[in-house]
């Protein structure tokens, strides 16, 4: 089943996303809504476009993927649409009825073998299916995306009993390869297991709010950061959802899991009905458990007392617990969290709705997952907690959890106990290849159902401490990833670069000289890859010239000994990648990128320019290959990558990172994180089999234009700074950037190598880095996190 064209039917907030991301992977794709009453029988669609092509954070990765989206609508351009299609996604409104409709004159009109899936997020994927022919349904499943789905990881597919298995896995490997998704495969049951569990957990925390009288940023903090949840915590999440969308995943809820004990607590509390009543509906209008209010002082985030109903002005409580276990690792700090429990009013309101939600969960299996672990990686990726239910249950200890829930009288799961009585003390447990086994609460099903066929990703953080860690220090690590392939891992904060981290590399630099190593990957599995230079140790040796001239030539050296290893160094990237980190992809010999890789040069934010040979790189890679003969004019292609550089351009994709000129074309893009070291470990094998050959110290790869092109530039800067449109430091960053783009002061212009330019760089940087304009950007940057723009 090659899947290569979509129609994605229904283009709102869901169906617009999900058209924007299926272009995304590199499917073609058509768009199709109602059509407008009158005129331009495309105008709603095109309107509701409008609103992807604008969306932010970005729904595409780039203006040209776009090309891949054509608009139409159900009446035109149904047949002849849908009769091409390989999947057709429906993702009209949830009401039972259109979309039964819609799938009947779907079922006439596919072809025999097009796959069909619904968005739905809570009608039984069975029911829309009911009256269908048996070819449909063989081909018919839930696929329930999370908004917004170029973003959010979970994708919760559901078969019923007639999906065809080949249909399953075919959706499995397509959901995971192509559109990066982690897949979840759920049962056919009310709001599938993230909503469900989801729903359970907020509704439990809003309660006991009202019932003990907790103020809504009180519980934000709560039920935030401190236990392992997004800043967003329970108000300001639904305030996020939208209160009307949560009300209905709630009402669902109630009207359909009629065996669920607990259904009572889908009921709505009063204060939310209130608030639906009066449109206030969370931040698409405005105000809801928030909202914001025009002072005079500007915007000002007002929070509702759920007493009273009425607004005042956010007070940023602050909760003892989180200064208490702030440095704690999760699981620590929810072991913390119970230890603290008693007399502790945030602990005890942690503890309790804690008890309520793991207890919920358990009751939840086999219903709606046969596996623990199911829910936890639906939770995870889908509600973005650090750790699922049984994750958290296992930190506190199962036992512990169990008296606890009892002495409370929560209903525990008959499976949790039956689990405990049999010896085993925790839902996870390491077996001897490092891998992670979940205990299986009912015996596994005859039919072996489809599942993952993707390779076991690597875990960096299950390699730490075992026999496959090399070295380690506090910045960075070395791993050994098996055939001959080293793994350098940064792991300091922001997996920012240091001396440690040059140490280490230097290490392995010594390493990749014995027969023993192939080749080197640097990749991390860190929030982000790197955030660049750690700004301090470069702060330490301003004010003395020679030694900062002595720190940059060290780096410098070794970025350019891993630039010429003769074995290939793959960088894998993901996140954001800044300054120094973009400089950590450019000296590889391929990158291995995943689709969502912020990277850019900012270094004029904290007053210097790249000097870990981000210049000396862009122009190589950008200007020189144009300059096939004397005539050609090389000006365009120096202008921008100066504007690259000098406006701090950071991507919004990795595919936007290689129109900005950073990855070339035999770099890789992959939509799936997980695999993004395993492909960079096999890229590592293939290069060394291939008989990779560094690129020559000696050559002199670089066209430096010279005055005539500082002159250009400093046109260019004059006009910029004119308009406003940079600051008057800027001005003298930008001047001396051109500077060292043109190869600083040649008469003509002329090939030089790449020492000449890092030789530049560094100078640039050293003559910056004395002046008060880059060390306030600097001071203002570590105190803020924000540049100045001095
Ligand atoms: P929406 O209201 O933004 O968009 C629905 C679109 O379907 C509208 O543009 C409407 O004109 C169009 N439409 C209605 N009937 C149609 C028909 N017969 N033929 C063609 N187009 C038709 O709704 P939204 O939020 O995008 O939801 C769509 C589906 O996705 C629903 O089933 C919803 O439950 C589900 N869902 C929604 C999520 C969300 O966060 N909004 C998350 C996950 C699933």
Redesign the pocket.
């Known amino acids: 089943m090659t899947i290569s064209s979509v129609v994605v039917?229904?283009?709102?907030?869901?169906?617009?996303g999900i058209a924007a991301h299926c272009a995304n992977a590199g499917l073609d794709v058509t768009l199709?809504?109602?059509p407008a009453v009158a005129g331009d029988r495309n105008a709603?669609v095109k309107s509701?476009w409008e609103r992807q092509l604008k969306a932010r954070p970005a729904a595409l990765f780039s203006a040209q993927t776009a090309e891949r989206v054509r608009l139409g609508n159900?009446e035109d351009d149904f047949a002849a649409v849908v009769a091409r299609a390989d999947w057709i996604i429906e993702?009209?409104?949830?009401k039972l009825e259109?979309?039964r409709?819609?799938h009947a004159r779907i079922d006439a009109a596919r072809k025999p073998d097009a796959i069909v899936s619904?968005?739905?997020?809570?009608?039984p994927i069975s029911s829309i299916a009911a009256e269908r022919s048996a070819s449909f349904q063989s081909h018919f499943l839930g696929a329930?995306?999370?908004?917004p789905p170029r973003y959010l990881k979970l994708l919760e597919i559901i078969p019923t009993s007639r999906t065809e298995t080949a249909v399953l896995q075919a959706m499995i490997d397509l959901a995971e390869n192509r559109l990066g998704k982690s897949v979840v495969v759920c049962k056919d049951t009310p709001n599938f297991i993230a909503n469900r569990i989801g729903a359970f957990a907020i509704q439990t925390r809003m309660r006991s709010a009202i019932a003990q009288g907790f103020g809504v940023e009180e519980v934000d903090v709560l039920s935030g950061p401190l236990t392992g949840n997004p800043r967003t915590g329970t108000f300001r999440l639904a305030d996020l959802?939208?209160l009307d969308?949560l009300a209905?995943v709630n009402n669902t809820l109630y009207e359909l899991a009629l065996d669920d004990e607990s259904r009572e607590c889908f009921l709505l509390p009063a204060v939310m009905q209130s608030l639906i009543a009066q449109n206030a509906l969370g931040n698409k209008s405005g105000s809801g458990f928030y909202k914001t209010v025009q002072g005079a002082g500007g915007k000002e985030f007002w929070a509702l007392d759920l007493t009273s109903g009425a607004y005042a002005p956010a007070s940023n409580p602050s909760v003892a617990l989180v200064a208490a276990t702030r440095a704690l690792q999760l699981a620590e700090r929810w072991r913390a969290i119970f230890d603290a429990g008693g007399d502790e009013r945030g602990a005890r309101f942690v503890i309790d709705t804690t008890l309520n939600i793991l207890a919920y969960a358990a009751r939840r299996v086999p219903e709606i997952s046969d596996s623990p672990s199911d829910i936890d990686r639906a939770m995870r990726l889908g509600f973005g907690s650090e750790m699922g239910p049984f994750e958290i249950w296992d930190a506190i200890g199962v036992a512990r959890g169990v008296a606890l829930m009892k002495a409370q009288g929560i209903a525990v799961a008959p499976w949790v106990e039956t689990m405990l009585a049999a010896g085993r003390p925790s839902f996870y447990v390491r077996a001897e290849n490092a891998q992670l086994e979940v205990y299986a609460p009912t015996p596994a099903r005859n039919a072996p159902a489809a599942a993952s066929r993707a390779p076991a990703p690597i875990l960096l953080a299950d390699l730490a401490g075992s026999p496959r860690e090399v070295a380690r220090n506090t910045s960075a690590s070395l791993f050994d990833l098996g055939e001959g392939v080293l793994c350098l891992e940064f792991h300091g904060k922001g997996n920012t670069l240091d001396l440690q981290v040059a140490e280490m590399g230097q290490h392995a630099l010594d390493l990749l000289s014995t027969d023993r190593w192939r080749g080197m990957v640097i990749g991390n599995q860190g929030r982000d890859f790197c955030l660049g230079a750690n700004i301090g140790i470069f702060q330490a040796a301003f004010g003395d010239p020679k030694q900062l001239d002595a720190v940059l030539s060290r780096f410098q050296a070794w970025v350019q000994e891993l630039r010429h290893s003769p074995k290939p160094i793959v960088t894998a990237v993901r996140q954001r990648a800044l300054g120094g980190g973009a400089e950590m992809c450019l000296l590889a010999a391929q990158v291995i990128a995943s689709a969502e890789t912020y990277m850019g040069l900012v270094e004029f934010g904290v007053g210097v320019i790249p000097a870990f040979g981000g210049c000396k790189e862009l122009l190589r890679r950008n200007v020189s290959p144009h300059v096939t003969s004397s005539s050609v004019n090389a000006l365009p292609h120096l202008q921008q990558v100066f504007e690259t550089i000098a406006f701090a351009k950071v991507s919004e994709s990795a595919a936007q990172a290689r129109e900005n000129g950073f990855l070339s074309p035999g770099d890789v893009i992959m939509l799936n994180d997980e695999q993004l070291l395993g492909a960079a470990k096999r890229s590592v094998i293939n290069l060394a089999d291939a008989g990779y050959q560094a690129p020559r110290r000696d050559a002199r790869p670089i066209y430096a234009i010279g005055g005539k092109g500082k002159a250009a530039l400093a046109t260019a800067v004059d006009l910029w700074r004119w308009s406003g449109r940079i600051s008057a430091y800027d001005d003298a960053l930008a001047r001396a950037l051109a500077h060292v783009l043109c190869g600083g002061d040649l008469s003509a212009p002329q090939w030089v190598s790449e020492q000449h330019i890092l030789d530049l760089e560094r100078a640039a940087f050293v003559d910056l880095a004395q002046r008060p304009q880059t060390q306030d950007r600097i001071a203002h940057m570590l105190k803020h996190g924000k540049p100045l723009r001095n």
């Open positions: 039917i229904g283009a709102g907030t869901m169906g617009g199709l809504d109602v709603l509701l159900v993702a009209i409104v949830e259109p979309k409709a819609l619904s968005n739905t997020s809570g009608i329930h995306f999370f908004n959802i939208g969308v209905q």
